[in-house]
């Protein structure tokens, strides 16, 4: 799609399109009403900016819909679906490697009580493991920031793909 199909769709439409990148409804409403944008830059550069209105409840919702690292995302919705293609590249082929993310994310969850969140795409299970290792030690407080920029990285990484030639 281009910046100018976008901007043609009804508000309906655009947000139809937005709602499933992250499950935040005021996001898709805020980067639909800042229409028209000129270049798929202005529309990550607004979508961007709208990330940063999310509060902690937000951020909690939006947890709900994704799945563990590690496990395959169920349902047939398109947020199911675009979290397994994410994880896709993941090659949980080890047994230990899984065995290792199982026992993070559950370490991870008893912790800061909620599900550990990485931008999978671009990222070995190695590296995925090796952060979650170190953010097993952050504060609550650093980790609500990584939990907030990751869930940020994925979403902008979801609407660029919207604008893939
Ligand atoms: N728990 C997660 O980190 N889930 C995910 N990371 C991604 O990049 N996509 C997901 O669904």
Not at 31 to 41: F, H, K
Not at 80 to 96: M, P, V, Y
Not at 156 to 161: I, S
Request: net charge negative; charged share 30%; proline share 5%.
């Amino acid at each position: 799609m281009t910046p100018e199909e976008f901007n043609a769709l009804s508000e309906f439409e655009a947000v139809a399109l937005l709602r499933p990148l992250v499950n935040i409804p005021a996001w898709a409403k805020t980067v639909s009403d800042g229409r028209p944008y000129s270049s798929v830059e202005d529309v990550l550069q607004a979508a961007g900016s709208a990330c940063e209105n999310w509060r902690p409840e937000d951020i909690a919702q939006a947890l709900s819909a994704h799945p563990r690292i590690g496990e395959r995302a169920n349902g047939n919705g398109k947020e199911a679906q675009l979290s397994r293609g994410e994880q896709a590249t993941l090659d949980i082929s080890q047994q230990s490697v899984i065995d290792a993310l199982y026992d993070g994310n559950q370490r991870y969850e008893q912790r800061f009580g909620r599900v550990f969140l990485i931008r999978a795409r671009g990222r070995s299970s190695e590296e995925i493991l090796d952060n979650l290792q170190r953010r097993l030690k952050n504060s609550p407080d650093a980790e609500d920031h990584e939990t907030a920029q990751q869930l940020k990285e994925i979403t902008l990484l979801r609407l660029k793909e919207i604008f893939q030639p």
